[in-house]
């Protein structure tokens, strides 16, 4: 597993345990009421597991899967797939804490745009890897 | 494939057709007179799919296919990663039956169902990174 993928999967795990640790809090809340703020978290929950978790990993795991060159570079232009950690991460905080700090409607704008970059750059840098065979 | 991963994948597969029963429950209840309490099923269906068949799954496969730890303990901790799966999915299944109950019927013990519902599951993410963390590098190469 290259040194990326694991970037980003252990990035993905510690989004695993946050989204997780809110999520259990709102639930149990539900059942014993502890403070009513707690349901400003919500938006988080959603996205540090919906982007934080599944999606990171999908990106970690790909970069990692996918066929590979025959000559080095062994997995091609991997510049896309480092600008696409950066970007997604700052997209993920900006959208989240954005949302839960009341940062208006602005930062979580910011943060999809961010996010669609990260998606970008990630394309970038897999498209010639997604074939029959090693290229 | 390993025992604990088949058990993972076979388990998300239930929990999806589940999730996708529900959501047909969901949609049958603005057009029939369906039981109160099946408008209360929606953070259930929206879990069935994120945590019992999307994390579910995710779980399964990286047991079954990251770099092994070591030769004589190739997945790290077995019982771990079955403690991982029973908390997971008795927490999921306590959440879908207590939900709606104390939704129905607030402040009575389906409440303290609901906090042992949000342990369980807190406690299977935290196992799974535990176990799983170790595998997450290069290919083992030898001691």
Redesign the interface.
């Known amino acids: 597993?290259p040194r990326l993928s694991?970037w980003y999967?252990?990035l993905s795990?510690g989004y695993?345990?946050a989204g997780?640790?809110v999520?259990?809090?709102?639930?149990?809340n539900?059942?014993?009421p502890l403070h009513p703020a707690l349901w400003g978290l919500l938006p988080a929950h959603i996205e540090w597991?919906?982007m934080g978790?599944?999606a990171q990993?999908t990106l970690g795991v790909a970069f990692w899967i996918l066929p590979r060159f025959w000559q080095a570079p062994r997995r091609g232009r991997t510049t896309g797939a480092v600008v696409a950690i950066v970007l997604l991460n700052a997209g993920i905080l900006l959208v989240s804490l954005g949302a839960v700090l009341g940062l208006g409607a602005w930062a979580t704008a910011a943060g999809r745009l961010l996010e669609i970059g990260a998606a970008a750059a990630f394309a970038h840098a897999a498209w010639p890897r997604i074939v029959g065979r090693a290229g | 494939m390993p025992p604990l991963t088949r058990w993972h994948i076979k388990t998300a597969f239930i929990s999806l057709a589940a999730a996708m029963t529900l959501g047909v429950a969901l949609a049958l209840a603005l057009v029939l007179p369906l039981p109160g309490w099946v408008v209360y099923l929606s953070p259930a269906f929206f879990h069935l799919i994120m945590v019992g068949w999307v994390t579910q799954m995710i779980f399964g496969v990286i047991f079954w296919m990251f770099p092994i730890v070591s030769r004589a303990r190739p997945r790290g901790n077995e019982r771990l990663g079955w403690a991982t799966y029973g908390l997971l999915n008795g927490g999921l299944l306590l959440r879908v039956v207590a939900e709606p109950a104390n939704s129905v019927s607030p402040g009575g013990g389906w409440g303290w169902v609901l906090v042992a519902s949000a342990l369980m599951q807190w406690l299977a993410a935290v196992f799974f990174v535990v176990n799983a963390w170790p595998r997450v590098k290069e290919k083992y190469r030898g001691e």
């Open positions: 597993m694991q999967i252990k795990f695993l345990l997780f640790t999520g259990a809090l709102l639930l149990a539900k059942g014993r597991l919906l978790w599944v990993l």
